[in-house]
């Protein structure tokens, strides 16, 4: 057998076929086009355009922060702090890169108040952010920070502190964990006392920890100051009062406001019950509830004084005007109309000072529906005041064209009408003002209205003032509004609750007053809601509420007596007690 000659690779037939000439040129063409577009690009992005790398790298290290605007502080009108942002820590986490020890997770569950449960749980919770806990104080967030816990971190931000703590809570409100405001003034006015946040670039280690402060994008712009109309003394006083009637009558609830004849401006809002705005951790809708503005009721008597100084501004009567209430019983249609005792003939000034329906009813019945309901709107009911208060409610009141004889005459003596407790002591401001009728304000004043509506003549106004202190003198209904030193006038209110469509036998006690008589300087409104402890009626349980505030805001504000220091129910016979007085319903 012929033995092969073996091929070797030098040798292979293939090699003997030669490449064509360009082949290799265009190979090398292509191999230097690429070098040179990698080349092009590189300087591009680093020469040119860095902005993408720049980017990815500063993703990587470079973060972007918030810096906390601090909120505005309140104040009341003499600058006593009654709201201020104090400086608080948040400890948050990036759960991928935590990495803690059972010790570790024990003594930062420990600091943060926490069951290690909960701590691990939140770690767990598989986000590339989470809050461990909010608002810590800064001597807390410091032993968590001695800790050096890897993805552990901390941020600045502000907690809201009230001084007054439930003296002020109904005024105030509340701001929430990031110090926006939810309640009362704080959200009311929330977009001038929370500011601009600003933010600054910084650089960050792999741990997450700041190692560099680059440059300030955007500083803060804190919040403005606030400074309320109200008086914290007067406020102070105002809410004493008002818890000792609750607990002396067992009401369900009460609530009392102050303005200031002359300016408009609310010196004191208070309501029971309350709560502490720096503790809000058992919280019910009732303590959160500003009865003052948010709450309507059937107001009762304390309307009859608007019908009858419509009266008198008319020229229909005048205060010595006799009218006849017997037998102290009115038939309207259907319905039946009564006093609480039979006073027979009764001059107009002492159909306010006796509180009479029938006299009332007679009165209001020379008008038709349509004057009466254009006094009322006038007055500011039936329509929010627009303080700028959340929640303000506007009440109840019907169109004049709806209205049946029978409502007519029960509306002149407040039911069949809805109104809150501000915009009741809001009316009584033309009788205080001598027929002018000013818009209330929350805020400081620093200049004054001139000015106001007109409601009244000023004559008008001034014979009803002299009526309104009858009512709080012997045989009126509401003696023990009286006070040492000073005239008073006002006007009891005794209402039965409607729930639903039917009355109940629970009653909301009220009181309405102006002090001096002479000239008015403070205007007292005061509700109290389902006393239970045997009394009910205005003159008994609201009333003396009226005296206890309105003495001492006198004093605080250094007005001067009109009145002899002997209150006028004493002067009469001293020793001998103030016979009960029943005011119709």
Same mark, same amino acid.
């Given at each position: 057998m012929k033995k092969q000659r073996p091929v070797t690779f030098n040798h292979n037939p293939l090699l003997k076929n030669g490449l064509p000439a360009?082949?290799?040129?265009?190979?090398?063409?292509?191999?230097?086009?690429?070098?040179?577009?990698?080349?092009?690009?590189?300087?591009?992005?680093?020469?040119?355009?860095?902005?993408?790398?720049?980017?990815? @790298?500063?993703?990587? =290290?470079?973060?972007?922060?918030?810096?906390?605007?601090?909120?505005?502080?309140?104040?009341?009108?003499?600058?006593?702090?009654?709201?201020?942002?104090?400086?608080?820590?948040?400890?948050?986490?990036?759960?991928?890169?935590?990495?803690? #020890?059972?010790?570790?997770?024990?003594?930062?569950? @420990?600091?943060?108040?926490?069951?290690?449960?909960?701590?691990?749980?939140?770690?767990?919770?598989?986000?590339?952010?989470?809050?461990?806990?909010?608002?810590?104080?800064?001597?807390?967030?410091?032993?968590?920070?001695?800790?050096?816990?890897?993805?552990?971190?901390?941020?600045?931000?502000?907690?809201? =502190?009230?001084?007054?703590?439930?003296?002020?809570?109904?005024?105030? @409100?509340?701001?929430?964990?990031?110090?926006?405001?939810?309640?009362?003034?704080?959200?009311?006015?929330?977009?001038?006392?929370?500011?601009?946040?600003? #933010?600054?670039?910084?650089?960050?280690?792999?741990?997450?920890?700041?190692?560099?402060?680059?440059?300030?994008?955007?500083?803060?712009?804190?919040?403005?100051?606030?400074?309320?109309?109200?008086?914290?003394?007067?406020? =102070?006083?105002?809410?004493?009062?008002?818890?000792?009637?609750?607990?002396?009558?067992?009401?369900?609830?009460?609530?009392?406001?102050?303005?200031?004849?002359?300016?408009?401006?609310?010196?004191?809002?208070?309501?029971?019950?309350?709560?502490?705005?720096?503790?809000?951790?058992?919280? #019910? @809708?009732?303590?959160?509830r500003n009865r003052v503005l948010t709450d309507v009721y059937e107001p009762g008597s304390i309307m009859k004084p608007f019908v009858v100084g419509l009266a008198l501004d008319r020229g229909k009567v005048l205060p010595t005007t006799v009218i006849d209430t017997s037998p102290g019983r009115m038939t309207i249609g259907r319905a039946t109309i009564s006093d609480s005792h039979r006073n027979g003939a009764l001059t107009v000034a002492q159909v306010i000072q006796k509180s009479s329906n029938i006299g009332t009813v007679k009165v209001a019945m020379q008008f038709s529906p349509e004057e009466m309901w254009r006094l009322y709107d006038d007055l500011g009911f039936g329509k929010p005041l627009n303080l700028g208060f959340p929640g303000e409610a506007g009440g109840r009141l019907r169109p004049a064209r709806t209205w049946k004889p029978i409502e007519q005459a029960t509306m002149s003596y407040g039911h069949g009408v809805s109104v809150s407790l501000i915009q009741m002591a809001h009316a009584y401001l033309a009788f205080a003002r001598n027929g002018e009728l000013l818009p209330l304000s929350l805020t400081r004043l620093d200049t004054p209205p001139v000015s106001g509506k007109r409601i009244f003549s000023p004559e008008t106004a001034r014979e009803m003032r002299g009526m309104l202190e009858l009512a709080t003198g012997p045989g009126g209904t509401a003696p023990r509004a009286q006070i040492a030193g000073y005239r008073v006038a006002g006007k009891t209110g005794t209402a039965i609750k409607l729930e639903g469509a039917h009355y109940t036998n629970k009653y909301v006690s009220s009181f309405v007053g102006l002090a001096p008589a002479s000239d008015p300087r403070l205007i007292v409104a005061v509700m109290i809601d389902e006393p239970s402890a045997g009394q009910y009626y205005g003159g008994a349980v609201a009333a003396p509420v009226f005296a206890q505030i309105t003495e001492g805001a006198l004093r605080a504000l250094g007005v001067a007596p009109d009145a002899p220091l002997v209150p006028l129910q004493l002067a009469q016979k001293p020793g001998q007690p103030v016979p009960p007085v029943r005011e119709s319903m």
């Open positions: 360009w082949r290799p040129r265009v190979v090398m063409l292509g191999l230097m086009a690429c070098s040179l577009a990698l080349v092009g690009r590189a300087t591009y992005l680093q020469g040119v355009n860095n902005e993408f790398l720049q980017a990815k @790298g500063e993703s990587r =290290y470079a973060r972007v922060l918030e810096v906390p605007a601090t909120r505005g502080r309140v104040t009341d009108r003499h600058g006593d702090m009654l709201a201020v942002s104090t400086p608080v820590r948040s400890i948050w986490a990036i759960p991928t890169d935590v990495s803690l #020890s059972p010790a570790d997770t024990r003594k930062l569950a @420990g600091l943060l108040e926490m069951d290690v449960q909960e701590l691990n749980r939140r770690i767990a919770a598989g986000r590339d952010f989470v809050y461990l806990k909010r608002q810590v104080s800064p001597e807390i967030a410091q032993q968590i920070a001695d800790l050096k816990l890897a993805g552990v971190h901390q941020q600045q931000e502000y907690r809201r =502190y009230y001084p007054g703590g439930e003296v002020m809570a109904h005024v105030l @409100g509340f701001t929430g964990v990031d110090d926006k405001g939810q309640e009362g003034v704080e959200l009311a006015f929330e977009g001038s006392l929370a500011g601009k946040p600003g #933010s600054r670039r910084v650089i960050r280690d792999r741990r997450g920890q700041i190692v560099e402060d680059v440059e300030s994008i955007r500083p803060p712009r804190d919040g403005q100051d606030l400074a309320l109309s109200v008086d914290a003394k007067i406020q =102070y006083l105002a809410y004493s009062a008002l818890r000792q009637a609750m607990q002396t009558h067992k009401a369900k609830a009460g609530a009392a406001v102050v303005l200031d004849a002359r300016t408009g401006e609310v010196l004191a809002l208070v309501n029971a019950p309350t709560y502490n705005p720096n503790n809000r951790s058992n919280l #019910s @809708g009732a303590q959160l």
